[in-house]
């Protein structure tokens, strides 16, 4: 599929700035950028430091969340530059910035500031434990947030480490929430409700969301909930199976009636009787006979095999995919969960959809993740900048 500069997504008119680093303003921007959003991505002199996660050379993490975007280079510790970004702040919708609290302000950039210049601006602020508290100067990283959110210490096996997960997950589910964030605020300012507006956004606080009701579990019961690996302390069976060819299958009997399937099809109805077995309190307190028993029957299958007596069952089970996998299915291919894009280095990539997708206001494929300030002086001409300015900025040393 081909990009196409002139499509309209049901965001065109917005203009985002984003003067973040790495993931959770990225995920956030890129969300809002595939409606149509215009994102004008700030970067220093050596680029966002998410360019140089590259893998055998290609820049793929940049190629996925800078797609969508304008890029334009300035270095602001030039006066001179930081001026021309408050020009263009003059104009935009929404900014998002992502230094550690009171950075900001000693740039000059204090909210209070750009709001008096436009007060119709949204501005989002992430950082690692908001912008108050005890924690506030700590370093923002995910992996520090996925550690003291909880999530860790529930990820992984009761006899071993706690596990932090293998992907950027408090910057993403930050930058999913963000995207929210500013869709609430710019209706909200649209309807007359509200002016521009600051949004305090930690990659703490969404983390912990995802959790649900363990602390109150805590308060009440004064237990923490132990590490399970891939068992559930609310449902059993719910496991990861490994089947005789060495390939894996996911299961879930979170309601009675599934319970029961998966105790008909791995051939112990018994277990449907037995008083050990025979409610969902019951199994939790019996997990590892549980997994036993279903583990068992899987481990005498190949995958394929049990497969196939998943589904004459209708069991709630599936394989456990691989990056390669994901690549080859037929659903990922008829759904397009994966879409071939046009790519300046590679030819095409497969970028992972637009997600959600709307029957009316569907997302656009506008542009490719953009080469560090491509779009420099064109942003600095819409900010109003005459000419001779432009030249001035982007032909400095360092920004050569």
Known sequence: MNYDSARQGPLAGIRIVDLTRLIDGNVLTQQLGDFGADIVKVEPPEGDPLRAWMVEGISYYWKAYGRNKRSAVLNLRDPVALDALLKILDGADVFIENFRPGVLEKMGLAPELLLKRNPGLVIVRISGFGQTGPYAQLPGFGTLVEALSGLAARTGFPDREPVLPPTALADMVAGIHGAMAVMIALHSRDLGKSRGQVIDLSLLEPLVSILGPEAAIFRATGKVLERVGSGSNTSAPRNVYRCRDGKYIALSGS????????????????????????????????????DEAVGGWFAARDRDEALAAIHAAEV?????????????????????????????????????????????????????????????????????????????????????
């Open 255 to 290: 309601i009675q009636s599934m319970a029961f399937r998966i105790f008909d099809m791995v051939g112990r109805p018994d277990m449907k009787t037995d008083p050990r077995f025979s409610t969902n309190g019951a199994r939790i307190q019996h997990r590892a006979l549980v």
């Open 316 to 400: 709630t089970a599936g394989p456990v995919f691989d990056s390669a996998d994901v690549n080859d299915d037929p659903h990922f291919r008829d759904r397009e969960v994966l879409v071939e894009m046009e790519d300046d280095e590679l030819g095409s990539v497969p970028l992972h959809a637009i997600t959600p997708r709307l029957s009316e206001t569907p997302g656009v494929w506008r542009r490719p993740a953009p080469t560090l300030g491509a779009h420099t002086r064109e942003i600095l001409a819409e900010a109003g900048l005459a000419p001779a300015a432009i030249d001035a900025i982007v032909t400095r040393k360092d920004l050569a």
